[in-house]
């Protein structure tokens, strides 16, 4: 299991990576191991304006369907396109080409707030 120590996350199991303001976000490899084989994810949120703790989308596994919280406030400029027909992405490259949106923050001091890779660790009792 992996905790790239260069992210942020959040308790819900969304990782958060910052490059200036945009921040893209996707689900932990912890969560996508949890959830099981992936098959549908709803990310009908492009141009919205959510704020942290909102619902962004949600994840369809063979064993359940979970929420997506937004980790940061900001509006969603970017979703990721491969997922609409790829969704195991998720499941193989959860850091990397399954990420699943990129936010324009409008608060940088929620960065501050999230998690860093050890005291995420210590949450999912890994």
């Known amino acids: ?55 962004f989308g949600t994840v369809e596994a063979v064993k359940t369907v979970s929420d997506l919280y937004m980790p940061l406030s900001g509006e969603i400029i970017e979703v990721n396109p491969l997922l609409q027909s790829q969704p195991e992405l998720v499941n193989r490259d959860a850091y990397g080409d399954g990420w699943m949106i990129r936010i324009q923050i409008s608060n940088p001091d929620q960065w501050e707030q999230l998690m860093d890779s050890s005291t995420y660790q210590a949450h999912t009792g890994h």
């Open 1 to 55: 299991m992996k905790f790239p120590s260069d992210l942020r996350y959040t308790a819900e199991h969304e990782w958060v990576a910052l490059n200036g303001n945009i921040a893209t976000v996707g689900i932990t490899d912890f969560a996508q191991g949890e959830l099981g084989d992936i098959v549908f994810i709803e990310l009908d949120c492009h141009g919205k304006s959510l704020d942290s703790q909102e619902v």
